[in-house]
């Protein structure tokens, strides 16, 4: 019921767009700007390409991103994310998270999900081309991707149980005392927390998501 309720509520915040011509995708936007492409057949048989836009770094007047949907090259609407679009045979369903997108899927009225198609200019579609002509060095890098977030996880979680058992007074009196087997230095802490943020980074280009892990290195 509560994921109905937010389904609606997220409907009801779409607003009609301007009209306005979609902008090309520029290199320079790699790491700021997504953009897919669903294709569906509308009256009479004629194919209409929607586009969401969703620009990173671009906030409303009260912080939140906005996701922008295009219908054959001209802005249709619009809202702030998580969104909800609906059109012909479903909805059009977009989430983010600090790294970029964890959700853009076409649903149709039935329940069956559908990825949109990234564009072939943007970070999340030359990802996609990377993992169909080498879809082994493809696994290689997401494997290491989640094995990079699953230390950066462990360590957060030695380093907290340290703090957490450090005063006498507090807890350690009942539990003990911990000294976290791994101490690194400050720069080591910094050259941690980079590489996670790569690694949350990659997967979004592939709209992965993990709330416990992608969540602790945002």
């Known amino acids: 019921m509560f994921k109905e309720w937010r389904h609606r509520r997220a409907v009801q915040r779409v607003k009609p767009g301007d ?22 057949m509308g009256d009479g ?3 209409a390409v929607y586009t969401v836009d969703v620009r990173h770094q671009k906030q409303s007047s009260n912080g939140h991103v906005k996701a922008h949907l295009y219908l054959d090259g001209r802005h249709h609407a619009e809202s702030r994310v998580p969104a909800v679009f609906p059109v012909p045979g479903g909805t059009v369903e977009v989430r983010a998270s600090n790294f970029g997108l964890k959700r853009c899927h076409y649903v149709t009225a039935e329940g069956a999900e559908f990825q949109l198609v990234p564009d072939t200019a943007s970070a999340e579609g030359r990802r996609a081309r990377l993992d ?30 340290e703090q ?35 690694a949350s980074t990659e997967r979004a280009l592939r709209l992965r998501y993990s709330r416990l892990l992608d969540g602790g290195a945002g």
């Open 19 to 40: 009209g306005r011509p979609l902008k090309g995708f520029r290199w320079w936007q790699m790491l700021t700007r997504a953009l897919f492409h669903l294709r569906l």
């Open 45 to 47: 048989g004629r194919q």
């Open 132 to 161: 169909r002509a080498h879809p082994a060095l493809s696994r290689s890098i997401g494997s290491l991707s989640v094995m990079v977030l699953v230390i950066g996880l462990v360590l957060l979680i030695l380093q907290l149980v």
């Open 164 to 198: 957490v058992t450090r005063d006498p007074e507090g807890l350690a009196q009942y539990v003990g005392s911990f000294t976290s087997p791994a101490d690194l230095p400050g720069w080591g802490n910094a050259v941690l927390g980079l590489v996670t943020v790569a």
